[in-house]
């Protein structure tokens, strides 16, 4: 995967999330992993919560945000928030699928705090933006 790294998106997502920019960092590095992933896939993708909130930071900078797609990705990746809640198992089964494809294509490299395994989570519906989001997995507690 080609590098790419934006310092003001890093910084944003720190604040936003309250992270260390190291945190940040290696958060907006598994969403590059995710949407090169969404770029090359047809199934319907879902992203670690860590990864949708890297994800939210990157598209309030959308002038860059589509420059990126654009050149990193050969196509615009939109973030598309469910219409209709889907049951828990439907979202743990997507996700797996996700972390499935993801270990195939990148291995060694995936974070495991950002790619957050799915026999560790709790996948469940949330408001966002009027709809659910397809990233409602975080770690059990």
């Given at each position: 995967m080609?590098?790419?790294?934006?310092?003001?998106?890093?910084?944003r997502?720190?604040?936003?999330?309250?992270l260390s920019l190291?945190d940040?960092?290696r958060?907006?590095?598994g969403?590059?992993?995710?949407?090169?992933l969404?770029?090359s896939?047809?199934e319907?993708?879902?992203?670690s919560?860590p990864?949708?909130?890297?994800?939210?930071?990157?598209?309030?900078h959308s002038e860059v945000y589509?420059?990126?797609?654009h050149n990193?990705?050969?196509r615009?990746?939109?973030?598309?928030?469910?219409?209709e809640?889907?049951?828990?198992?439907?979202?743990?089964?997507?996700y797996?699928?996700?972390?499935?494809l993801a270990?195939?294509?990148f291995?060694?490299e995936?974070?495991?705090?950002?790619?957050v395994d799915?026999?560790?989570?709790?996948?469940q519906?949330a408001?966002?933006?009027?709809?659910?989001?397809?990233?409602?997995?975080r770690m059990?507690?």
């Open positions: 080609e590098t790419y790294s934006n310092d003001s998106i890093i910084r997502l720190a604040v936003s999330e309250s190291e940040a960092e958060h907006f590095y969403l590059l992993q995710f949407l090169t969404a770029a896939s047809d319907s993708l879902v992203p919560k990864i949708d909130e890297a994800w939210h930071v990157f598209l309030l589509a420059t990126y797609c990193y990705l050969g615009f990746i939109h973030h598309r928030p469910t219409r809640p889907e049951s828990r198992t439907d979202y743990r089964t997507r797996s699928r996700t972390i499935e270990r195939r294509q291995g060694e995936l974070d495991s705090e950002v790619w799915p026999e560790h989570t709790v996948c519906t408001d966002c933006g009027g709809g659910g989001c397809a990233s409602m997995c059990k507690r």
